[in-house]
Every structure is written in structure tokens, then in C-alpha cells.
């Protein structure tokens, strides 16, 4: 089967930074789904891992995590799946990616894509939808049904991948949504989405909250700078506030006062965690794409596809991973068909 690789840690601008490579099909082991992959999408996790060494012992490696497309055969412990599914999912950064024809995927951890979208749509999705599912529902102590209910939620960076559907997914839980953006652009995108508010994470964050009527915040979702919000959030958030992190710090953060004075929740999200350390609820994340499908097809939840590039190959990946890298992407950027 056809893979697009990368051999060694290079920069975007390396034409070599992703090749084409023939590898073999891969068989489907007892829990696995293998899927012939349709469209796959971009996250900040492939640049970051395609700047990255190559695991021990391994010439290469198939990056890849987010993908739609058809299930090609079945694990014999599998359940709940059928060979001609179409499924979406985001996968485990321990094993290939889906940058290739043909993907192994846990069944645990995949679901039926949205009947409503494409398949560039679906591939889209699942990344962000389960980091931010995660965050909000799983780490945090609140519910899509109404557990937002009477709260304030600051998104930093709105307008990325994960902020697209944080903005959305707060709102169904009942959250008054306050998301940031510098742009015109990215402005209107978070309204489009549902934000009830929009101020501009490049200037002081507390006189512009104050200007729309919040003195504090009960929940922040940094998606963007660990380092350079932590003091002003720790100010910002509310006694017994929840504060969400994604992004690894690149100093040492002071999780002393103002976050112990105030008891405020700290909360890391790393999606790929339940399928890496294969913990007891790994089934959650399948789950979790489910009810995005079931949200989605009932119009209660929009897809964040902003560009599709065609066809699969190392040029348009590479294309795709540049505009990731320049931080000025809105929504998710997908590519179909090989």
C-alpha cells in the first residue's frame, strides 16, 4: 500500500520532510478495525512528531491521526462493526498514523461517522471532538446536558481546532461562551460558532472581560500559551474555578497561590492517553465520536472543515503541515482522496 513517511526530523520547508513509501498492508489484529482510508486531517500533534526523532529501531514513520473512510476487515474479538462501516476516529500515536491507504485502528476507539458529512468533513473531527469532549466532560466536573448551566467559559484560542468545538460544545452545556481572537477573521468564525462574546488574546485579557460584564471567570480552556496566561487566568478564575490545559509548558509553572488560595481545578487533557496506556474506559473515546456523530446529524453540532486539499500525496501533506505550522489556520484543513 501507498504511506506518505518521514525517515528523520525535518523542517517544513525539507522537501524530504514527507515521502512517499510502498509498505505492506497491515492485518488486523483481534480488537482492530482496518480501514481504507478516504480523508485524514492535520493537528498540530504531526508537525510537532514530524520535527521529531524516530522511534528506537524504526526507519520511519506513518504519521496520521484523524481519519474517515471504510472498514476493510475485521479483528475476530471485534463488535459493533461491520466490513463496509464508514467510520471516523482519531486513532493511537503509538501505532501508525493515517497517513496511509490502508489503517489498523482499535475498534474501541473508533465510531460510524456522521451520515451528513463527507468524508473530509468526518476526518475533521475526532481529534478535536474528543480533546475537547475530554476536557469539558471528563476531566472537568460538568455534563453536555445542561452542566454548564449559569457558568461562564473562556476559550483562549477560539478559533484553532480544539477552540472550534469547545465553543460549540460549551454552549450545549449551557455555558455563557467567551472566546478569543485577534483577527477580524477569527472573530467572526467564533460567533459563527456560537461564542457569545469575542475579545483579542493579544491585549490584556481582564479589561476586556470587564468591558463585557465578567470581573471573573468560573472555567478557562488555554488552547494556546500555557506559560504566558497562567498569571492572568489564576487571577481571572473564580474561587473553586477549573482552569484546562493542553499545551506543555515550556518553564516551570507556580501552582501556588492565587490557583491554591482559590482552589482552582487544574486540568490536562492529552487525548491519546486512554489508547496509549490502554486504560479500563479506552471504550470512552468510541463512545464519545458516537454522540459527536449523533449531535452532528441532528444539527445540534457543526463540522470545523474550513479547506480541503486533493489528492492525498507527500506535496499537498506537506502543504497542509506548513499552513498548521504558521499558526494562523481557522478551523481544521483535511485532505481526500488518494
Known amino acids: ?9 525535518r523542517p517544513v520547508d525539507d ?10 498492508t497491515p492485518a488486523p489484529g483481534p480488537r482492530d478495525l482496518r480501514v481504507r482510508v478516504e480523508a485524514i486531517s492535520v493537528n498540530p500533534v504531526d508537525t510537532k512528531l514530524r520535527r521529531a526523532p524516530l522511534p528506537e529501531g524504526a526507519g520511519y514513520r506513518v504519521l496520521g491521526y484523524d481519519a474517515a473512510g471504510v472498514v476493510d476487515a ?16 482519531a ?8 497517513n496511509a491507504e490502508f489503517q489498523l485502528v482499535d475498534a474501541r476507539i473508533a465510531a460510524k461517522a456522521p451520515a451528513s458529512l463527507d468524508a473530509a468533513q468526518a476526518a ?5 471532538a474528543i480533546t475537547a469532549w475530554e476536557l ?11 452542566g454548564g448551566t449559569g457558568k461562564s467559559l473562556l476559550v483562549i484560542g477560539g478559533a484553532g481546532g480544539v477552540g472550534s468545538i469547545a465553543i460549540q460544545l460549551g454552549k450545549l452545556a449551557g455555558f455563557t461562551v467567551i472566546a478569543t481572537a485577534s483577527r477580524d477573521e477569527t472573530q467572526a468564525w467564533c460567533r459563527t460558532l456560537g461564542a457569545d462574546h469575542v475579545v483579542d488574546h493579544r491585549e490584556p485579557l481582564a479589561p476586556q472581560l470587564t468591558a463585557v460584564g465578567f470581573e471573573q471567570i468560573d472555567v478557562a480552556l488555554n488552547l494556546a500559551d500555557t506559560d ?11 474561587p473553586q474555578g477549573h482552569v484546562g490545559l493542553v499545551v506543555e509548558p515550556a518553564g516551570a509553572l507556580k501552582i501556588g497561590d492565587p490557583y491554591k488560595a482559590k482552589c482552582i481545578g487544574i486540568h490536562w487533557e492529552f487525548m491519546f492517553a486512554r489508547p496509549r496506556f490502554g486504560t479500563a474506559d479506552i471504550a470512552e473515546q468510541g463512545r464519545i465520536l458516537a454522540r459527536v456523530a449523533e449531535l452532528v446529524d441532528a444539527g445540534r453540532l457543526r463540522g470545523t472543515l474550513t ?32
Open 228 to 238: 504566558h496566561y497562567w498569571q492572568a487566568l489564576g487571577e481571572l478564575l473564580a
Open 136 to 146: 469539558l466532560f471528563d476531566r472537568m466536573p460538568f455534563s453536555v446536558d445542561g
Open 74 to 89: 475485521l479483528g475476530a474479538e471485534v463488535e459493533g462493526f461491520a466490513v463496509g462501516d464508514r467510520v471516523y476516529y
Open 307 to 338: 479547506e480541503t486539499l486533493s489528492p492525498i500525496s507527500a506535496a499537498t501533506l506537506l502543504d497542509a503541515h506548513r499552513r498548521v505550522e504558521s499558526g494562523r489556520t481557522i478551523g481544521k484543513i483535511a485532505l481526500s482522496g488518494w
Open 1 to 9: 500500500m501507498k504511506a506518505i513517511v518521514t525517515t528523520a526530523p
Open 15 to 24: 522537501a524530504q520532510a514527507l515521502v512517499e513509501r510502498e509498505i505492506d
Open 124 to 128: 475533521a473531527l475526532p481529534l478535536t
Open 91 to 98: 486513532g493511537d500515536v503509538t501505532r501508525p498514523g493515517s
